[in-house]
C-alpha cells in the first residue's frame, strides 16, 4: 500500500512540475513570437516600399531619357511634349515617395539636383531641335550629357537602395538569433519535459505491472485452456479448473472424476517425485482408449503441494505419426519408400539368416519410362506408376503363399523393389520375377488412354551377392540395367562380372557421344526384295559405329547404351538424314526409284515436333516423301495408341510410308491396329528362323501373313537366311523379304552394285 501511494505521490508532483515548465515554455515564445513579428512588420511595412519607389523611379528615369533618345531621332515635338510633360510629372512623384520612405537623407537631395539639370536639357533639347536649321551638335551634347546624368542619379538611388537593404539585413539577422534563441528554450524545456516524461513512465509502468500481473496470475488456472490441478502430497485433487472438466467431456469417460486425467501410477509418480533432489517431471500416458495426454508434475516444498499440468497431445501425436508415415513411404503411390527398405531391411533380412534362409532383391525398372514422362507430362507418369505399384501389389498378394513375408516398395524415380527376406530355393525369385513380367503384358489406362508398359528386372541374393542393403541394390541396379540393355521387359540375376562390365559399358557410352563428331558412324544398307518378281523394291538402313579400336561395332552392341539418354535422339536424326541424303544422291535410275527404310527409336518418336522434323530432313535432302519408309516397333505403336495414331496421320500427309517392326513379338490389339495408317508389317526375324522346321513359327508367319492381306498391307518378312524359308515364305503369300540369303548389309559405295549385279 505504501509503494503504490508513493508511486501516486511522484506522479502528482511530476505532472505540476510539467505544468510549470510549459506555462514558462509558452509565456517565452509569446515573447520572443512578438518581437520577430515587430521586425517582420518593420521589414514589410517600410523596407519593401522604399525599395519598391527606388526601383520604380529607376525605370520612370529610363523611360524618360528614351523620350529624349526618341525626339532626336524621329522630331515628333508635339509628341515629345506630351510624353516628357507625362514623364516629368511621372519622376516627380516618385521623388516624393522616396522622400516619404526615406525622410531627410543627403543622397536624395543630390539625386533631386540631378534631376532638376535633367528637366532643363529636355527644354534645351527642345529649342536646339525646334530652330531652322536644326542645332543637330548641340543636341547630340545635350543628350549625353543627359545619359551621364542618368547614369549618375542610378548610381545614387543604388547606394540609397543598399543602404536599405543594410537595415534589412540587420534586422532579419536579429530576428534570426530571436528564433535561434526560442528554439533552443523550446529544445531545453521539451528535454527536460522528456526526462520528467521518463521518470512518469517508469512509474507508471511499474505500478501498472504489478497490478496487472496480480491480475494475471489471479486468472491464470482458471483461464488455462489446458487442465490445471492442485495435489496434496498424497495424491488427493485440492483444486481443478475449468478445463480439467472439458477435458473430461472430451475424452468421454465414464467417470467424472478428475483423477482420470491422470496417469494410473500418479501415486508412486508423487512418492518418487518427492524423494529425488529434482522438483518435476513430464510423462505422456493414453487415456479413455484413444487420447494422448502429458502430464507436468511440480512439486512445491515451501507449499507442501503439487502443481499438475495436463495437455492433450492427441492432435500432436497423430501429426507425428503422419509425418513419420511420410518419411517411410511414397506419396506418389503410398508404397513404402527407399528409407523403409533400408531400415527393415537388417531386422527382417537378418533375422532370416539366422534362421538358415537366403533373401532376394528384385529391383524394377519401368522400359522407356522417361519417353512418356517426355511426350505425355509427369501427370500421366504419375498416375502410370500408381497402376503399376496398384498391378504390383495385387500379383504379391496373390503369390502370397509362394514368396512369404514379400513387401514392395518405391524406389526413386521409375524404380520399384520387392525384398523376399526368406526363400527355399533359387528359383522362387526367378518365379515371381516371371509372374511380374507376365502380369505387365496387360496393358494400362490414364484419363481413357490405354498404354503399354514393360519392366526390367534385376534379381540380386543374400549374402552371395551383398551382405548389406546398399551392396544388393548396387548389384540389382547392375542386373536390371543388363536386361534394359537386352531390349528390356525380362529379367537378370546378378553376376560377379556385371559391374566390371557395367564399367565398360560406361566408358563404350561416352566414347559414342563423340563417334558422329569424329565420322565413326556408318550406314549399312540391306536390301528388301519382291518375293514375286525377285527384284530389288528398297533397302533398310543399319547403323554401324566403325570404333577406332573394337573394329566394326554391330547396334546390338552399342545402340542399347543411348536408349536411356538424349543420344539415341541425336543418333536417330543422324540417320533419318544420312540415309535421305544417300538415297537422294543415288546416281543411277534403278537406286533412285528405291525406298529407303529407316528406323525410329522410341524416344524419338515421343518427340512433339517429329512431322516437323521429318518434313525438314525430306526438304533438306531432297529426298521425295514417297520414297522414305518409316519403322516403328509394335510396343513403340501402342505405348500410347491415341498419340501413335496421330503422328501417324500427321506423317502420312507428308506422303511417308509406314512399316511395323518386328510385328508379333508384342500385344498389338487387333482393333487398334487397323486404325493406323499403316502401309507394312514386318515379320520379326525371331519367327522366320525356326521355319520351315517349327510348325509354331509357321503358324505365327501365316497368321501375320493372313492378317496383312485382310487389312490390305504389305507383308516384309525379315532375317530369311535359306531357299527352304524363302519357298514356305512365298507359299504363305508374303510380299517381300530381306536377309542374308539374298545379301548382307552393304556400305552406301557397294549397294549400287550389288543393285546393277542382282537385276540382271
Same mark, same amino acid.
Given at each position: 500500500m505504501d509503494f503504490r501511494l508513493g508511486i501516486k505521490n511522484r506522479i502528482f508532483g511530476a505532472y505540476v512540475l510539467v505544468l510549470a515548465l510549459g506555462a514558462m515554455l509558452a509565456f517565452l515564445v509569446y515573447t520572443d513570437s512578438q518581437h520577430v513579428a515587430d521586425t517582420s512588420r518593420g521589414l514589410t511595412g517600410t523596407a519593401v516600399p522604399q525599395l519598391s519607389a527606388i526601383n520604380t523611379l529607376k525605370l520612370d528615369l529610363l523611360t524618360q531619357e528614351s523620350v529624349l533618345y526618341r525626339y532626336y531621332v524621329d522630331h515628333d515635338r508635339q509628341r515629345f511634349l506630351a510624353d516628357y510633360a507625362r514623364m516629368d510629372n511621372v519622376c516627380a512623384t516618385g521623388f516624393v515617395n522616396i522622400a516619404e520612405a526615406l525622410g531627410q537623407h543627403a543622397l536624395l537631395q543630390s539625386v533631386q539636383n540631378d534631376y532638376s539639370r535633367l528637366s532643363q536639357i529636355g527644354r534645351d533639347l527642345d529649342q536646339a531641335?525646334?530652330?531652322?536649321?536644326?542645332?543637330?551638335?548641340?543636341?547630340?551634347?545635350? @543628350?549625353?550629357?543627359?545619359?551621364?546624368?542618368?547614369?549618375?542619379?542610378?548610381?545614387?538611388?543604388?547606394?540609397?537602395?543598399?543602404?536599405?537593404?543594410?537595415?534589412?539585413?540587420?534586422?532579419?539577422?536579429?530576428?534570426?538569433?530571436?528564433?535561434?534563441?526560442?528554439?533552443?528554450?523550446?529544445?531545453?524545456?521539451?528535454?527536460?519535459?522528456?526526462?520528467?516524461?521518463?521518470?512518469?513512465?517508469?512509474?507508471?509502468?511499474?505500478? @501498472?505491472?504489478?497490478?496487472?500481473?496480480?491480475?494475471?496470475?489471479?486468472?491464470?488456472?482458471?483461464?488455462?485452456?489446458?487442465?490445471?490441478?492442485?495435489?496434496?502430497?498424497?495424491?488427493?485433487?485440492?483444486?481443478?479448473?475449468?478445463?480439467?472438466?472439458?477435458?473430461?467431456?472430451?475424452?468421454?469417460?465414464?467417470?467424472?472424476?478428475?483423477?482420470?486425467?491422470?496417469?494410473?501410477?500418479?501415486?508412486?509418480?508423487?512418492?518418487?517425485?518427492?524423494?529425488?533432489?529434482?522438483?518435476?517431471?513430464?510423462?505422456?500416458?493414453?487415456?479413455?482408449?484413444?487420447?494422448?495426454?502429458?502430464?507436468?508434475?511440480?512439486?512445491?516444498?515451501?507449499?507442501?503441494?503439487?502443481?499438475?499440468?495436463?495437455?492433450d497431445i492427441t492432435e500432436r501425436k497423430q501429426a507425428q505419426e503422419r509425418l513419420i508415415h511420410q518419411a517411410y513411404h511414397d506419396a506418389n503411390t503410398k508404397l513404402p519408400n527407399r528409407l523403409m527398405f533400408e531400415e527393415e531391411f537388417e531386422r527382417r533380412v537378418y533375422a532370416n539368416d539366422r534362421a538358415g534362409m537366403r533373401a532376394a532383391l528384385l529391383l524394377m525398372g519401368v522400359d522407356r519410362f522417361r519417353v512418356v514422362i517426355e511426350s505425355m507430362g509427369h501427370d500421366i507418369g504419375d498416375l502410370l506408376l500408381q497402376a503399376v505399384a496398384a498391378r504390383l501389389k495385387h500379383l504379391l498378394g496373390e503369390v502370397r503363399g509362394q514368396v512369404r513375408e514379400s513387401t514392395l516398395y518405391r524406389m526413386e524415380g521409375d524404380r520399384f523393389a520387392i525384398l523376399v527376406p526368406g526363400f527355399a530355393t533359387n528359383q522362387n525369385p526367378v518365379w515371381l520375377g516371371e509372374q511380374i513380367l507376365e502380369e505387365m503384358q496387360q496393358p494400362f489406362h490414364a484419363l481413357g488412354r490405354e498404354y503399354h508398359l514393360s519392366l526390367s528386372i534385376g534379381i540380386s541374393v543374400y549374402p552371395l551377392d551383398g551382405q548389406d542393403a546398399e551392396t544388393l541394390l548396387r548389384n540389382a541396379e547392375a542386373a536390371m540395367q543388363r536386361a534394359k540393355r537386352q531390349g528390356?521387359?525380362?529379367?537378370?540375376?546378378?553376376?560377379?562380372?556385371?559391374?566390371?562390365?557395367?564399367?565398360?559399358?560406361?566408358?563404350?557410352?561416352?566414347?559414342?557421344?563423340?563417334?558422329?563428331?569424329?565420322?565413326?558412324?556408318?550406314?549399312?544398307?540391306?536390301?528388301?526384295?519382291?518375293?514375286?518378281?525377285?527384284?530389288?523394291?528398297?533397302?533398310?538402313?543399319?547403323?554401324?559405329?566403325?570404333?577406332?579400336?573394337?573394329?566394326?561395332?554391330?547396334?546390338?552392341?552399342?545402340?542399347?547404351?543411348?536408349?536411356?539418354?538424349?543420344?539415341?535422339?541425336?543418333?536417330?536424326?543422324?540417320?533419318?538424314?544420312?540415309?535421305?541424303?544417300?538415297?537422294?544422291?543415288?546416281?543411277?535410275?534403278?537406286?533412285?526409284?528405291?525406298?529407303?527404310?529407316?528406323?525410329?527409336?522410341?524416344?524419338?518418336?515421343?518427340?512433339?515436333?517429329?512431322?516437323?522434323?521429318?518434313?525438314?530432313?525430306?526438304?533438306?535432302?531432297?529426298?521425295?516423301?514417297?520414297?522414305?519408309? @518409316?519403322?516403328?516397333?509394335?510396343?513403340?505403336?501402342?505405348?500410347?495408341?491415341?498419340?501413335?495414331?496421330?503422328?501417324?496421320?500427321?506423317?502420312?500427309?507428308?506422303?511417308?510410308?509406314?512399316?511395323?517392326?518386328?510385328?508379333?513379338?508384342?500385344?498389338?490389339?487387333?482393333?487398334?491396329?487397323?486404325?493406323?495408317?499403316?502401309?507394312?508389317?514386318?515379320?520379326?526375324?525371331?519367327?522366320?528362323?525356326?521355319?520351315?522346321?517349327?510348325?509354331?513359327?509357321?503358324?505365327?508367319?501365316?497368321?501375320?501373313?493372313?492378317?496383312?492381306?485382310?487389312?490390305?498391307?504389305?507383308?516384309?518378312?525379315?532375317?530369311?537366311?535359306?531357299?527352304?524359308?524363302?519357298?514356305?515364305?512365298?507359299?504363305?503369300?508374303?510380299?517381300?523379304?530381306?536377309?542374308?540369303?539374298?545379301?548382307?548389309?552393304v556400305p552406301a559405295q557397294d549397294f549400287s552394285k550389288l543393285l546393277a549385279r542382282a537385276n540382271t
Open positions: 531641335l525646334n530652330k531652322k536649321p536644326r542645332n543637330m551638335n548641340r543636341a547630340e551634347k545635350l @543628350l549625353a550629357e543627359a545619359g551621364a546624368i542618368v547614369n549618375r542619379i542610378h548610381r545614387e538611388l543604388d547606394e540609397l537602395a543598399a543602404n536599405v537593404a543594410a537595415r534589412v539585413q540587420q534586422g532579419g539577422a536579429r530576428a534570426e538569433a530571436t528564433v535561434e534563441t526560442m528554439q533552443n528554450r523550446v529544445i531545453l524545456f521539451a528535454g527536460a519535459i522528456f526526462i520528467i516524461s521518463l521518470f512518469v513512465g517508469y512509474y507508471l509502468i511499474s505500478f @501498472l505491472n504489478e497490478q496487472t500481473e496480480r491480475r494475471r496470475l489471479a486468472m491464470f488456472p482458471e483461464r488455462n485452456p489446458n487442465p490445471v490441478l492442485q495435489l496434496s502430497p498424497d495424491g488427493a485433487v485440492l483444486y481443478a479448473n475449468p478445463s480439467a472438466k472439458d477435458l473430461l467431456k472430451k475424452i468421454d469417460v465414464e467417470k467424472s472424476d478428475v483423477h482420470e486425467l491422470l496417469p494410473r501410477d500418479i501415486s508412486q509418480r508423487l512418492s518418487a517425485l518427492r524423494a529425488k533432489p529434482m522438483t518435476h517431471e513430464t510423462c505422456e500416458y493414453l487415456a479413455a482408449g484413444r487420447h494422448w495426454l502429458e502430464c507436468g508434475i511440480h512439486w512445491i516444498p515451501d507449499l507442501e503441494r503439487f502443481h499438475v499440468y495436463v495437455a528390356g521387359e525380362r529379367l537378370e540375376c546378378y553376376t560377379r562380372d556385371m559391374n566390371e562390365r557395367a564399367a565398360e559399358w560406361l566408358a563404350l557410352e561416352n566414347e559414342l557421344r563423340h563417334a558422329e563428331e569424329h565420322d565413326e558412324l556408318r550406314l549399312y544398307y540391306q536390301p528388301q526384295v519382291d518375293i514375286a518378281s525377285g527384284r530389288v523394291i528398297g533397302a533398310e538402313a543399319l547403323l554401324r559405329w566403325e570404333h577406332p579400336k573394337l573394329g566394326l561395332l554391330m547396334p546390338s552392341q552399342f545402340l542399347a547404351l543411348s536408349e536411356e539418354s538424349e543420344l539415341v535422339v541425336s543418333l536417330g536424326e543422324w540417320v533419318l538424314y544420312t540415309a535421305c541424303a544417300q538415297a537422294a544422291a543415288a546416281s543411277t535410275p534403278a537406286t533412285q526409284a528405291l525406298t529407303v527404310s529407316v528406323n525410329i527409336p522410341a524416344r524419338q518418336f515421343a518427340q512433339p515436333d517429329l512431322a516437323k522434323r521429318v518434313a525438314a530432313v525430306l526438304q533438306e535432302a531432297g529426298l521425295p516423301p514417297s520414297r522414305l519408309e @518409316l519403322e516403328i516397333t509394335e510396343g513403340v505403336a501402342m505405348q500410347d495408341i491415341a498419340r501413335t495414331i496421330a503422328i501417324l496421320t500427321e506423317l502420312k500427309k507428308l506422303g511417308v510410308k509406314f512399316a511395323v517392326d518386328d510385328f508379333g513379338t508384342g500385344f498389338s490389339s487387333l482393333s487398334y491396329l487397323k486404325r493406323f495408317p499403316l502401309d507394312k508389317l514386318k515379320i520379326d526375324q525371331s519367327f522366320v528362323h525356326g521355319l520351315p522346321a517349327d510348325e509354331h513359327d509357321a503358324a505365327i508367319t501365316r497368321a501375320v501373313i493372313a492378317l496383312g492381306q485382310s487389312l490390305k498391307l504389305k507383308v516384309i518378312a525379315e532375317g530369311v537366311e535359306t531357299l527352304e524359308q524363302l519357298a514356305l515364305l512365298r507359299d504363305q503369300g508374303c510380299d517381300e523379304y530381306q536377309g542374308n540369303f539374298f545379301s548382307k548389309p
